[in-house]
């Protein structure tokens, strides 16, 4: 089993700046993906930004120029550093990762989520 635990997260107003981290911990061969996604209130849950584990980012159309997403294999941790954010960035914003186990099976894993709010 892998767990994925995020932080930072909280709120700020419109304009500011946060960062998210979420570390991968427990029975872990490889991690492949690992991709934040945002889910606003009422709303489906969406993709952010994905990053290989080569490094290579992926991002939504609505976050371009604003998000960077990162991450560090030795400490099997991914960041999402999140610049101007504006009021519809408000909601809460999920780790995901992609394990392959060393029986080459690939699973997928969830953070419990962490609450952006933008708001004056």
């Known amino acids: 089993q892998v767990q994925l635990v995020e932080s930072g997260g909280g709120l700020v107003q419109p304009g500011g700046s946060l960062r998210l981290s979420c570390a991968a911990s427990g029975s872990i061969f490889s991690i492949n993906v690992m991709k934040w996604y945002h889910q606003a209130p009422g709303k489906e849950r969406e993709l952010v930004a994905g990053i290989g584990r080569a490094g290579t980012p992926t991002y939504a159309d609505s976050v371009k120029g604003r998000f960077t997403i990162s991450r560090d294999n030795a400490k099997n941790t991914v960041y999402l550093q999140m610049n101007s954010l504006k009021p519809e960035d408000s909601g809460v914003y999920y780790c995901?990762?992609?394990?392959?186990?060393?029986?080459?099976?690939?699973?997928?894993?969830w953070g419990q989520g962490k609450q952006v709010t933008v708001s004056s």
């Open positions: 995901y990762a992609l394990h392959l186990s060393a029986y080459g099976t690939m699973d997928d894993y």
